[in-house]
């Protein structure tokens, strides 16, 4: 019965909705300091319990185990692969993607120094799958244009 | 302690884009469908609990006082819970608490989503526009600048380093869930895709986030379902096939914990089944349950809840596909309506759409695709982007 009422239905009507847009200037808050190295310094810092010495990243202010407010300590930038997805399609939104060729390898970092691993992406040199994989070393590259944000940065792998 | 039951559904077949229906119009057609199934009039309903994922994509903060308003239940009590794609659970625990508890006798449940009405007039794609909008949907300081879409980040977080702890699944067994669901919704009127396609189709479509490919991942999709749930008192007066819920738990777990001992599991799905089975008696899952509506966003994470529900130890979840245990004639067949990946998928709505599965199922009314049922019980689990919110709930008919 439904059915025969939608096709009794006129046309329907499709219009576009572009009055809202919402625009955000928002703060860093306590992560301030960790995009500001970045920013200013070209370096990584991670999150240190005082209490229970975990180091976190990403970086947050206060311990999610001993609730500690954090200490913040330099990285070296440098880390390894502890998994990976080699990626070749892909819907291009966040910041990032736009700046990277395809393929993109989507991959969980390990920072020296870092105990939690950190999602983000590795540009490899070649387009094969293999290239990257679990164990593989790798570097932070910054960006030219750093506005306090993940994207400003990315990963290449260490040359041998 | 009151039991709660299921006593009526309504479900819409799935389309990618109900064009001809507002989110309104979906809630109110899943909601008139619900209620003839249960011979009520909205009238008779005291409360409406909605699962309905995202505001960005509805177009629309607060909808549901534009939704109570037009289904003509004005004075009854409501909640909303989004929690992703797991909404549909933690809704679904929302409804059976406040039943049991007494807050309500008869509740509306409605899960409703319009999923495809994002455009980029910057490059003139309906897809590019759904990327960019849903996106926000991930941590935006640490995720959503660098992450391509959700089925990379589960098969970053969960299935990777699954296959690399238990050599398990090969991308074959993926492929196999694939083929499964497909087959599963060939007898399904209300799924999208209706092909018979082989191992081969699924392992050569491209290449999203290896070794997931396009046709291991769900179709993105508008959808609306509803179901009257009710106490036991109003349910032994208006149905003799009620069916209860009879356990239903959720587990909200880490996202920025990933260490060698969190990343290839889907940790908050073991947890949310070990409560579940706890509530409904449940002890050897596998003996128990005669069917599981899991959540197959790619067919790697329906593997991984296979282990997580505890039907097989963990890294065996691809034999259950290999040895055919969970297809349509198995011993525990899963997604026996054709899943996410050949039904659709939306956030707040296929869990809903899974659990109505499972009610047909247990009453034997499922059609061309009625499953055997022995011990008259059924689980639906399902998970939000990569496994931080986790629901399950069983529901059994009477014994």
């Known amino acids: 019965m439904e059915e025969k009422a939608i096709q009794r239905m006129d046309e329907i ?14 703060t860093l808050a306590e992560l301030s300091r960790f995009f500001r190295e970045i920013i200013d310094n070209q370096k990584l810092h991670a999150s240190k319990c005082p209490k229970c010495s975990k180091v976190w990243m990403p970086p947050r202010g206060h311990c999610p185990d001993c609730y500690e407010a954090i ?75 750093r506005r306090g944000s993940i994207a400003d940065f990315y990963f290449v792998p260490i040359e041998e | 302690m009151r039991r709660v039951a299921v006593v009526g559904i309504g479900t819409l077949p799935w ?28 009238k008779d309903i005291d409360n409406v609990i909605y699962s309905i994922y995202c505001e960005t994509m509805l177009r629309q903060q607060i909808p549901t006082p534009l939704l109570q308003d037009y289904l003509g239940m004005q004075g009854a009590s409501s909640l909303r819970v989004p929690a992703g794609a797991a909404g549909e659970g933690y809704a679904l625990s929302a409804a059976v608490g406040q039943i049991a508890s ?28 759904i990327l960019k909008g849903f996106s926000i ?34 991308p074959e067994q993926l492929a196999k869930v694939s083929v499964k669901n497909y087959a599963n919704a060939y007898d399904n009127p209300e799924s999208q895709l209706h092909q018979r396609v082989t191992v081969d189709d699924i392992l050569n479509s491209r290449i999203i986030a290896w070794p997931t490919t396009a046709r291991m991942c769900c179709l ?33 777990y880490a996202v920025h914990r990933a ?58 979840g691809g034999r259950l596909i290999d040895e055919g245990i969970v297809a349509r004639d198995g011993k525990v067949p899963a997604n026996v309506d054709g899943g996410r990946i050949a039904n659709g998928h939306v956030g707040g709505v296929s869990g809903a759409y899974a659990a ?44």
């Open chain 2, 102 to 129: 007494g807050m309500s006798d008869l509740t509306l449940y409605l899960a409703v989503q319009k999923g495809q009405d994002f455009y980029s007039f910057d490059t003139g794609s309906r897809g590019d526009g």
């Open chain 2, 356 to 399: 109505c599965e499972i009610v047909r199922q247990l009453k034997e009314e499922a059609g061309d695709r009625q499953i055997k049922i022995k011990s008259g019980k059924g689980l639906m689990q399902c998970i939000d982007g990569h496994a931080s919110l986790n629901s399950v709930t069983i529901f059994e008919r009477e014994r």
């Open chain 2, 220 to 252: 993105y999709s508008d959808g609306a379902c509803a179901m009257i749930l009710a106490s036991e008192e109003k349910a032994k007066e208006l149905t003799d096939k009620p069916i209860w819920i009879t356990g239903t738990a959720t587990s909200t």
């Open chain 1, 13 to 26: 009507l499709e219009v576009p909705y572009t009055d809202w847009k919402p625009e955000y200037l928002y």
């Open chain 1, 71 to 145: 200490e913040w300590v330099p990285l070296s930038g440098e880390g390894t692969v502890m998994a990976c997805t080699y990626c070749y399609f892909i819907g291009m939104s966040g910041d990032l993607l736009k700046h990277l060729d395809l393929p993109y390898v989507y991959s969980l970092i390990q920072l020296d120094g870092a105990d939690t691993y950190m999602a983000h992406g590795v540009k490899p040199k070649g387009q094969q799958m293999g290239e990257i994989r679990t164990g593989t070393r790798v570097k932070a590259v910054f960006r030219e244009n």
């Open chain 2, 137 to 170: 949907s991930m941590d935006t300081t640490w995720f959503q600048p660098v992450t391509p879409g959700v089925p990379p980040y589960l098969t970053l977080f969960c299935l990777v380093p699954h296959m690399e702890k238990y050599g398990s699944p090969t």
């Open chain 2, 259 to 316: 260490e060698a001992n969190t990343i290839g599991r889907m940790m908050g799905t073991h947890l949310a089944a070990q409560k579940a089975y706890k509530m409904a008696g449940i002890k050897k899952p596998i003996d128990e349950l005669d069917l599981i509506q899991v959540h197959d966003l790619i067919t790697g994470c329906e593997i991984m809840a296979y282990e997580e529900l505890g039907l097989c130890e963990l890294g065996g």
């Open chain 2, 15 to 42: 389309r990618s884009r109900y064009a001809d229906k507002s989110f309104r119009e979906l809630g109110f057609a899943a909601t008139q469908k619900a209620l003839q199934n249960a011979k009520l009039s909205p």
